[in-house]
């Protein structure tokens, strides 16, 4: 299969050098003009579970792409999406298939700017990955992936595209209802990411807080009636049991959450993609959503602050 992934970032590198391992014919999209130089001269140096190993990809710019691709593996962070569709235009045309995995709320709705319900494919992903600088990435662990075709597609593509997956070793499998999982993993960011950026602690130090199911079950509930009233039947006792795992180290505990990771490294975080996403959802169906309008506007000011420090 041809295979282009836009935004080739931490995800999009694990993506792009699992593809390209199983024999696919994988280009990889990105504005990073380092990273780009630094992939095509030496090639992508990928730290796999504690093996090192170099891998020849083609890395371009995006107004370098060209040809056309049966799959565009779209990875970038939710607040990139719109302006990443809009440079790769010149590569999209009536048969080009799209995959979306980023996180966050609304990312179908921005892909339909640019193609057909028919060309989107959406699905939510336990694979994790760590970007170790320009053309080094760090892959541990292992994942999965839950996919469904958002409109009437090409069910031969559909299963072609979960066999070429499953070949390269992404135990992707079929969702009978994406939207379900990409909103609960949407409601678990919300809470996870957000609070261990305002507190700067990892999520098993959130987890021993005495007061963190008071922080978090507002929070989640938040989430569930505007999902609910959205028509979207998230399971707020399957979110809180998800919550309640990853706060142990063994499932994820001492991890840091990429929002923190952003704020950090003074770049925007996803937050109008999440808490954003649900505050602004409630706004419209005249829902209260104080926790998550706060939360929002906290992570706004700590951008604001990271930026100017
Ligand atoms: P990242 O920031 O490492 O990668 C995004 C890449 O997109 C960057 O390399 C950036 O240069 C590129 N990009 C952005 N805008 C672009 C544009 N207009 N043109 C070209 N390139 C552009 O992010 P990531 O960690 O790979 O995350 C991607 C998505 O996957 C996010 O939604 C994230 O929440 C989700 N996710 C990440 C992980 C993880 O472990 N990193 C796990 C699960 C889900």
Known sequence: MKIAIAGAGAMGSRFGYMFKVAGQDVTLIDKWQDHVSIINRSGLTVNDNGVTKICRIPAVLPDRADGHYDLILVLTKAMQLDVMMKSIRPIIDERTNIL????????IETLEKYVSKEQIYAGVTLWTSELDGPGKVTLTGSGSIELQKIGEGSDQFFQALIDTMNQAGFNAKVSRNVLVSIWQKA?????????????????????????AVELLQPLVNECVTVAHSSGVMIDRDAILKAIGTIFDPKMGGDHYPSMYQDLHSKRR??????????????DRLHIATPYNHLLTDLIHAKEHLARAN
């Open 187 to 211: 409601a678990l960011n919300s809470v996870l990411n957000t609070y261990c950026t305002i507190l700067s602690c990892n999520i098993g130090q959130f987890g021993g807080l005495e007061n």
């Open 100 to 107: 979306i995995l980023s996180n966050g709320i609304g990312n």
């Open 269 to 282: 975080t996803e937050v109008d993609f999440l808490n954003g996403a649900f505050s602004r959802m409630g």
